[in-house]
């Protein structure tokens, strides 16, 4: 099952930057398969226990994501470690913004339960919203669960004979610098920008969720007191 989900995605003119934290109970499951991404999503960054990992194309445009990473091999297997936290970005495109339309920011749905699952829009300011879908009409005025940190559980690890005298020399060591370089991960910071719309789903069990923003420019937003320009 997975304990927490958050989800953030900010509009912009033509694209969304889309980010995902997962916070995922079990590590007995190899993969992890995201399932109605959009059509365009693409530049994945990935990554599991705050280390880099690749995903794996799926099937029906579905990606998934390899969970043992970052994680001792034997007790992930034999279950000492219960969570593995699964940090997700991508950028995806759509036709340029006009005067009124709706967004499609559904979150990408799992096949498994999600005990809460949050979401954050970032949407343009020159426009009014309506929202649609699974999430309700109306967004909260913040989140009302925090969002997790991701994990780091890889250490490093070394082996020396009884008795052997460390020096300065020690504190570089070859191997444990060549692995920290290739666990170095490139996290795409998401710009602030737009107003933000906040969402919660508590016990999801049926898979993805809906959720559709329709705009309308504010210019274009007719006024409630028109009449009194007949005045």
């Given at each position: ?102 967004l499609a920011l559904s979150p990408p749905g799992v096949a498994l339960p999600v005990s809460v699952q949050t979401v954050h829009l970032r949407l ?108």
């Amino acid at each position: 099952s997975i304990d927490r989900i958050h989800y953030k995605a900010v509009v912009t003119e033509t694209h969304t930057v889309h980010s995902m934290l997962l916070i995922v109970q079990s590590t007995k499951l190899q993969y992890l398969e995201l399932l109605a991404l959009p059509a365009t999503a693409s530049q994945y960054t990935v990554a599991v226990n705050s280390v880099s990992a690749k995903p794996v194309e799926g099937s029906n445009g579905s990606i998934l994501v390899p969970l043992l990473v970052g994680l001792n091999p034997a007790s992930a297997n034999g279950g000492g470690s219960r969570k593995t936290s699964v940090e997700i970005t991508y950028f995806s495109q759509h036709d340029p913004l006009g005067s009124n339309g709706t967004l499609a920011l559904s979150p990408p749905g799992v096949a498994l339960p999600v005990s809460v699952q949050t979401v954050h829009l970032r949407l343009p300011e020159a426009f009014t919203y309506e929202f649609s879908g699974d999430f309700g009409k109306r967004p909260l005025p913040a989140l009302a669960y925090p969002i997790p940190a991701a994990f780091a559980f890889a250490t490093g690890r070394r082996v020396v004979e009884d008795g052997y005298e460390f020096s300065p020399v020690d504190e570089h060591w070859p191997e444990e610098e060549e692995q920290s370089e290739q666990m170095k991960v490139v996290k795409i910071v998401t710009p602030r920008m737009g107003r933000s719309f906040h969402f919660d789903k508590l016990l999801v069990i049926d898979g993805g969720l809906l959720l559709n923003a329709s705009y309308t420019d504010q210019k274009e937003t007719p006024s409630r007191s028109w009449w009194k320009s007949l005045l």
